[in-house]
């Protein structure tokens, strides 16, 4: 089965711009979660996604949102980006909700910065 | 307010000897705990995981001990190899068949010297 992909891989932007970062799951999954990572603050949950509807929401705010498409995939859009922004953010996908069994697969990531 | 920490960023191991990764959180709620590995220009990848009904789960190499009390987990790599060299993020959950999100912590960064 082929992995979570991720597109595109590397993206610039400038402040106030607006950014849709998309992720295809693996075959047959149906969770999809999206993470922030940046150096001081590590890996940061922003949502999860399950049969085209959002289950779970980290701490962000409203500027960060997200959605599932019948297919399983999943895009997440930032509007009116900041600097603070720039980081890795990871897709992952799971059979079933992520809560359990650690059974999440991660893509490689989207590089995003905000200059 | 991170819940979970990983206050060491980075440890050296020379290859053959154990490394030792620490991890703290803070939620007494926590009864669900992972460990990731994580390769430069890689997503992370599930390591070990342990829920709080044991204080220990071993797969191979790694052990993964938890100490509900302290509220710390550790990860032992016995013999440590070069290829072991990653970042390693600790995450934690309450109540792992809900579908609660992780919490993770910042990671540790081990290089292990040949």
């Known amino acids: 089965k082929a992995g979570v992909t991720q597109t595109p891989r590397y993206l610039i932007k400038t402040r106030g711009q607006q950014v849709t970062l998309s992720c295809s799951p693996i075959?047959?999954?149906?969770?999809v979660s999206w993470y922030q990572q940046t150096p001081g603050q590590g890996l940061q949950f922003l949502f999860e996604?399950?049969?085209?509807?959002?289950?779970n929401k980290g701490n962000f705010p409203g500027r960060f949102s997200g959605r599932q498409f019948s297919n399983s995939r999943s895009e997440m859009n930032v509007s009116t980006l900041e600097l603070g922004d720039s980081a890795l953010y990871l897709c992952?996908?799971?059979?079933?909700?992520?809560?359990?069994?650690?059974?999440?697969?991660f893509g490689p990531g989207t590089r995003l910065t905000v200059l | 307010d991170q819940q979970v920490k990983q206050n060491s960023p980075s440890l050296s191991v020379q290859e053959g000897r154990i490394s030792i990764l620490n991890c703290d959180y803070t939620?007494?709620?926590?009864?669900?705990f992972l460990w990731y590995k994580k390769y430069p220009a890689e997503g992370p990848t599930f390591l070990i995981s342990?829920?709080?009904?044991?204080d220990k789960n071993e797969d191979g190499r790694f052990t993964v001990f938890l100490n509900k009390s302290a509220k710390h987990l550790s990860l032992h790599i016995v013999p440590s190899q070069p290829g072991d060299s990653a970042v390693y993020f600790c995450?934690?959950?309450?109540?792992?068949?809900?579908?609660?999100?992780?919490?993770f912590g910042t990671g540790t960064s081990l290089t292990v010297i040949p």
């Open positions: 992952a996908s799971s059979e079933g909700l992520a809560g359990g069994l650690g059974t999440q697969y």
């Open positions: 075959s047959g999954h149906r969770s």
């Open positions: 996604y399950f049969s085209e509807t959002q289950r």
């Open positions: 939620n007494s709620m926590f009864d669900y």
């Open positions: 342990i829920s709080s009904i044991k």
């Open positions: 995450a934690a959950s309450e109540g792992w068949d809900t579908g609660n999100q992780f919490y």
